[in-house]
């Protein structure tokens, strides 16, 4: 290993975040490459994988958890690797610079006042954790506080010191998170400066981030992967599309450019909250966004026969459901277009969809996280087959037509 990145991160080792800081950059990205063609071999050719240009400081959402070590000095860091000991660490080669900054002074201003970091094993103490997200675009910036109280001492005096330092701050929230579990984040956001929320620009167009929400951690590298997307799902102006998992509406915000219509479904009300706004924000006037679970709502699309002819989805590391893909099926769109995070459950899920009329057409790996082996891929499938039954049904198509239909169907089946 090089001795200058060894040096680089007192964390190496302990921390377990870019296990492939110990190779060449170019020998990281083949690793993963050849991973996901190994992965989508049964399925495609995969294109060549993008890689970043300059890998390093790319993350616009950064975490540090605050403790004590065993001297009382207050310290702030990262989890150990499988273990809930905090390494001590003050900047991380794929943060954000100025986050790695602002989080430091925070630490610093903590005794003065009187604010003590949560302790987990005897449960006192007030701060468990300092999130920062960064607009990159727009250098707009968000320090979440989270708190174990709604109440934090001195806080307007917190607040003016740390803004005076950091006078980029754009917002400051206090997140209470009461419970001791592994879980971030608490319900609820207070905010105490500024908006509550940033803005950051993707593809040309402006995206709301507020704590809760997922946005992609590395925006350069998202705007490579929307586009190709957009690029899969070749749009010209008159499709119906459905976004899954569509979090603030990044990706379907940016289809409803060249479609018809956007239809978008996501868990995360606060995420569907910002969607709505985006499309506000953006002008945007042919995109609604709905709070539900994807696969119990495309179960419904579905059902009720609404036409769709292009489906984005963008699941979590989980990948989607049977259910999910089932419906898909049913309701026949043209094309798929499949942002994966996790190669396996995609690889899983393609395996499950091209036995159903759905062949893969394009794949290509796009790196969202340098120097780890989380691999971003997207993946275009293209109806082969004519299934599209039950929607014919819905679309009042005669009963004698659609028994015609399904006559001819069993044929090219067969
Ligand atoms: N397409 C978005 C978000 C992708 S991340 C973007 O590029 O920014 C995956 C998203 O799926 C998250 O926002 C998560 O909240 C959402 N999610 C997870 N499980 C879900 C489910 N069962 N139904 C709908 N959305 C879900």
Sequence with gaps: MSEKKKSACPAFGKCGGCSLINKDYKDGVNEKSKALIKLLAPFVKVESFIAMDDPYNYRNKV??????????NIISG???????????????????????????????LLRSFK??????????????????????????IMVVLVLTSPILPSKNNFVKALVKVHPDISTIVINVNERNTSMVLGKRDIPVYGKGFIEDELCGMRFRISPQSFYQVNPVQADILYNKAMEF???TGK???????????T??????????????????PEAVKDAVNNARANGVKNASFYCDDATSFIGKMAEEGVKCDVVLMDPPRSGSTEEFLKAVVRMGPEKVVYVSCNPETLARDLKFITKRGYKVSRAVGVEMF??????????????????????????NVKMEDYYRIKDAEKKTDE
């Design 63 to 72: 975490l540090s958890t605050f403790g004590e070590d065993g001297k009382h």
């Design 78 to 108: 990262i989890y150990e690797e499988k273990s809930r000991r905090i390494v001590p660490m003050d900047h991380c080669l794929l943060e954000n610079r100025k986050a790695d900054e602002i989080i430091v002074t925070i630490r610093g």
């Design 115 to 140: 604010i003590r970091p949560y302790n987990e094993r005897n449960g006192y103490g007030l701060l468990k954790h300092v999130l920062i997200r960064v607009g990159a675009a727009t250098g707009q």
């Design 233 to 235: 799902a070749g749009l």
């Design 239 to 249: 499709e119906s599309v459905l976004d899954a998992y569509c979090g603030t509406g």
């Design 251 to 268: 990706i379907g915000l940016i289809a409803s450019r060249n479609a018809k219509n956007v239809i978008g479904v996501e868990l995360n």
């Design 370 to 395: 340098p120097w780890t082996n989380h691999v971003e891929s997207c993946v275009l499938l293209e109806r082969v087959s004519n299934r599209k039954a039950d929607s014919y049904v819905k679309l």
